[in-house]
């Protein structure tokens, strides 16, 4: 990725946690999106997203226009052979929320999930566009060649496909999915919140593009996902990439895992990083800081933290002024696993506890996560999570800060040692934005894009929301 780097838009205010805005990214802490049936936070840090009131407020709600457009570009894949399906939950707490789907594309009726009867597909032969119904943590799933069977629990609960379970009914069948959220769209909250996951796997090469009034900061229409060819490309370098070579999948389905779902089935990735790891653990021993610059206390003055190894853990202390004291913090040597399933943060040892301390342990966590995945720590002393223009005024952030997340100096997977699914699918996408993982979000480099309202009071009659299969 040395060359068209893109100029990151906007920046988050904390890290590792769009698990924390509820349904948005619907990401956990092992950096897989669970489904409807997984588990995920309730906050929704509502404060974030303003409305902005001068741009779009017709009379009535455009929530009841709102629509979906499916188009097939791939001139291999012919639309009688093209399936798919909406599902997700009634609310936000996966404890009490009903599970529901998509049964009429018309009005974009749901109807709650039963145990006995599966999940209805549709053909895009029949139906090219869908009204979107109000649902969390849903997910619009597109397959080739045969439709998905997603039975329900007897809980209730809807059995989303397991990418990686060659006893699953959905194992040979060609899938992918796009995380789609929608809210209150005449609050201040997220009406809608699409991202194009490829935690689990990569096997349906598509793109989708939004436009309405979007978060603060963010432009008014957004396309993410990958360019057409792109998926032969990648499943030709992912071949050629050593242990992640057992990732693509034999048979009919042309299916890419994920390290993380492939992980287990591939021993050669259970010691992948465990000599860098040692490297980093021995640079960081060995006299050399690791310089970050987080909002720590809630408070939007950027405050310096610097680790280094003692005793065995990566220990963070801050330096300089800062709004509120902060305790050390310890962090222990991390695994290969740890690594790839975004688990450093539970690997805190000391300074983990309180309010403030948790706050900063997450942040730092998820940048030193996103480091390891990216192969930067021995590139560069600086991690950050901070993106935009340092020159602009009364921006108090360091430039190399803001350097490192924007990555003008090209060093991301840059490294003989990285995590070449990654690599090779930031690579491809639009944007070079991708989400395969929550380390994702640390810089901004994932493919979510957030509106507080879909569509523009000049184009009520355009569907505001399309998503394109492109050629493979």
């Known amino acids: 990725m040395k060359s068209a780097h893109r100029t990151l838009l906007g920046s988050l205010a904390f890290l590792g946690s769009l698990a924390s805005l509820g349904g948005l990214a619907a990401c956990n802490g092992a950096g897989s999106v669970p489904g409807v049936g997984g588990s995920t936070a309730a906050s929704t840090a509502s404060n974030l997203f303003r409305s902005n009131q001068s741009r779009i407020r017709p009379a009535g709600s455009l929530c009841n226009d709102y629509k979906l457009n499916l188009v097939n570009k791939t001139s291999q894949i012919e639309d009688k052979n093209v399936y798919f399906l909406l599902e997700g939950r009634d609310g936000p707490d996966p404890k009490t929320a009903k599970y529901i789907y998509l049964v009429d594309a018309a009005d974009g009726k749901t ?55 060659e006893a699953d009914p959905n ?17 201040f909250e997220p009406a809608f919140a699409p991202n194009l996951s490829q935690v689990d796997e990569f096997t349906i090469p598509m793109e989708f593009h939004v436009e309405g009034q979007p978060r603060p900061g963010w432009k008014d229409q957004e396309t993410r996902g990958v360019k057409p060819g792109a ?26 895992l994920s390290p993380i779902k492939g992980y287990d089935s591939n021993p050669k990735l259970h010691t992948y990083y465990d000599e860098y790891i040692k490297k ?49 913090i310890a962090f222990k040597m991390p695994s290969t696993r740890d690594v790839f399933f975004g688990l450093i943060q539970d690997d805190c040892v000391a300074g983990c506890d309180g309010a403030n301390q948790a706050d900063v ?46 990555q003008k100096d090209a060093i991301f997977y840059d490294a003989v ?3 070449f699914f990654g690599k090779y699918i930031h690579e491809h996408a639009i944007d ?28 009520i009659n355009q569907v505001p929301f399309t998503v394109t299969l492109v050629a493979r």
């Open 231 to 256: 998926y032969n490309e990648i499943k030709r370098q992912i071949e050629a990439a050593g242990p992640f070579a057992g990732l693509v999948l034999a048979g009919g389905s042309g299916r890419i």
């Open 432 to 459: 070079h934005l991708a989400y395969l993982s929550s380390v994702d979000e640390v810089c901004n480099q994932s493919s979510l894009v957030i509106f507080t309202v879909p569509g523009f009071k000049d184009h």
């Open 280 to 328: 980093v653990w021995g640079k960081y021993a060995g006299g050399d800081k690791l310089h970050m610059t987080f909002n720590l206390c809630g408070k939007t003055v950027p405050s310096g933290l610097e680790g280094q190894v003692t005793n065995g853990n990566l220990v963070f202390k801050q330096t300089g002024l800062s709004p509120c004291k902060i305790d050390n």
């Open 111 to 165: 109807e709650v999930a039963k145990h006995g009867k599966d999940v209805k597909n549709f053909n895009l032969s029949q139906t090219p566009e869908f009204r979107i119904p109000n649902i969390w943590a849903g997910r619009f799933y597109v397959s080739y060649d045969h439709p998905l069977v997603l039975p329900v629990n007897q809980d209730g609960r809807i059995i989303e496909p397991a990418a990686a379970n």
């Open 361 to 406: 342990r997450h942040q730092i966590g998820a940048a030193l996560n996103a480091a390891f995945y990216r192969s930067t720590l021995l590139a560069t002393n600086t991690i950050s999570n901070r993106v935009g223009d340092p020159n602009a005024e009364g921006n108090p952030w360091p430039k190399s800060d803001v350097d490192y997340c924007e």
């Open 417 to 419: 040692t990285t995590n």
């Open 171 to 187: 194992y040979n069948t060609p899938w992918d999915f796009i995380e789609l959220n929608k809210r209150d769209c005449n609050g």
